[in-house]
Each structure stands twice: as structure tokens, then as C-alpha cells.
């Protein structure tokens, strides 16, 4: 059973910048992508980015101002920079891995991001 938990969500004005990290209860490898997930107030839950050794995905609205990096075995963080308030929304830290032969997903508790004036 992997944990993660994240941290840094809060309060900002629109402009500014905030960094989000999620550390896991175990090393994730780096060939298994962590990333983020969002969900705003009235709609689904979407991808924000995911990393890993093979590839790196963002959100095509996102790119550009969100940065995600893996900065050892354990955590994943999110630079948002330029924030809008569209940006407002629950976000989740994810990861994806094999346990045994199934690949199973892991969701952390999620931090609430809130950019308003």
C-alpha cells in the first residue's frame, strides 16, 4: 500500500506562483509515473502532469506555466506559476505501479489550491 501526501496547497492572487509536493510512503521508481491531478468545484477530475523516466505529460491548457519534476524516488513536485482563477481546485498527487502483475494506482488525500483577488 503506497501513501502519498502532498503539501503547499493555499490561498494566492491571480499572478502569483505556488509549488506543490507529494511525497510517497516508498520509493516509486522512476520507470512509474507520479504526477498531479486536479478537480475543480462542479467538473471531473483531469490530468495537470505526470513524470517519469520514459515520458512527461502535462495538460495542453497548462503548459507552459506548470513545470513538474521528480526530485528523487519519493516525491514529485508542481511549479504553477502565472496562476489563474481556473486554476482553483482540489489537487491530487497520483502514481501508477505494479504490484505484482496488476498496475495499480495511488491517490493521496489531495490539497486545495485557491487563486482568487
Known amino acids: 500500500q503506497v501513501q502519498l501526501v502532498e503539501s503547499g496547497g493555499g490561498l494566492v492572487q491571480p499572478g502569483e506562483s505556488l509549488t506543490l509536493s507529494c511525497t510517497a510512503s516508498?520509493?516509486?521508481?522512476?520507470?512509474?509515473?507520479m504526477g498531479w491531478y486536479r478537480q475543480a468545484p462542479g467538473k471531473q477530475r483531469e490530468l495537470v502532469a505526470s513524470?517519469?523516466?520514459?515520458?512527461t505529460d502535462y495538460a495542453d491548457s497548462l503548459k507552459g506555466r506548470f513545470t513538474i519534476s521528480r526530485d528523487d524516488l519519493k516525491t514529485v513536485s508542481l511549479q504553477m506559476n502565472n496562476l489563474k482563477p481556473e486554476d482553483t481546485g482540489v489537487y491530487y498527487c497520483?502514481?501508477?505501479?505494479?504490484?505484482?502483475?496488476?498496475?495499480?494506482?495511488?491517490w493521496g488525500q489531495g490539497t486545495q489550491v485557491t487563486v482568487s483577488s
Open positions: 497520483w502514481t501508477e505501479i505494479f504490484v505484482g502483475a496488476s498496475l495499480r494506482e495511488y
Open positions: 516508498q520509493y516509486i521508481s522512476s520507470s512509474s509515473p
Open positions: 513524470k517519469s523516466s520514459i515520458t
